[in-house]
């Protein structure tokens, strides 16, 4: 399967199309990293308060135990403490579910910021690789099925514009007819080009 033209102009364009199509893709890469980890840092504060708030808990939860075992009054001096470490563990939670937010946030910022300029660019290069890939394999098979070209003369007569054709011939339907080779090689170059192959060199 040709996924690149034969002729040198149509190769070096569809390699600076392809190079540019993976460096515009790496960019936006290296830009939805950024994003990502720029979005990502806003939740630094609430990890840095669930890492803090857990810590007091833990104290209040070593003091609660230590108070516990006062004779006769522990159960009632451990209270307060037990009530601090719980309303610590609620912070400890709803900073954690915010520092998650915020990186999920994060991670689709930097994933929209990725895909969208690459999805655009994909949208219109994709195709015309695509388009091109299956034009060449159906004029290859052509090709290598006989030598032929009278067939591409003909599409040229049909489908490339009338000023094109005056400058192979005055009259390329009569040459074509008359089996003047020169004439219908130079149409079929012309078909063939689109396609991005060269005319087959003749042997014999």
Do not use: C, K
């Not at 900073?95 to 660019?121: C, K, M, N, Y």
């Not at 067939?151 to 192979?168: D, G």
């Not at 149409?187 to 689109?194: D, I, K, M, P």
Request: proline share 4%; hydrophobic share 55%.
């Amino acid at each position: 399967m040709r996924i690149y033209a034969q002729r040198r102009g149509q190769l070096a364009g569809q390699l600076a199309g392809d190079v540019a199509v993976l460096v515009w893709t790496a960019v936006w890469a290296v830009v939805g990293f950024v994003v990502d980890g720029a979005v990502a840092a806003l939740a630094g504060p609430a990890r840095d308060t669930a890492r803090t708030a857990r810590d007091l808990a833990g104290q209040f939860g070593d003091a609660a135990a230590t108070a516990a075992q006062v004779p006769g009054v522990g159960d009632q001096l451990r209270r307060p403490f037990d009530a601090a470490s719980g309303s610590l563990g609620d912070l400890v939670a709803t900073a954690d579910h915010q520092a998650a937010s915020i990186e999920r946030l994060a991670t689709t910022i930097g994933w929209l910021v990725f895909l969208i300029p690459v999805a655009t660019v994909l949208a219109v290069w994709l195709p015309r690789r695509v388009r091109f890939v299956r034009r060449a394999r159906a004029a290859q098979r052509f090709i290598d099925g006989a030598a032929d070209l009278d067939l591409f003369a003909l599409r040229a007569m049909a489908n490339q514009p009338m000023h094109v054709l005056a400058a192979i011939s005055d009259d390329p339907v009569r040459a074509w007819r008359s089996g003047d080779r020169q004439v219908i090689d130079a149409l079929a170059e012309v078909e063939l080009r689109q396609a991005g192959l060269a005319l087959p060199t003749r042997t014999g």
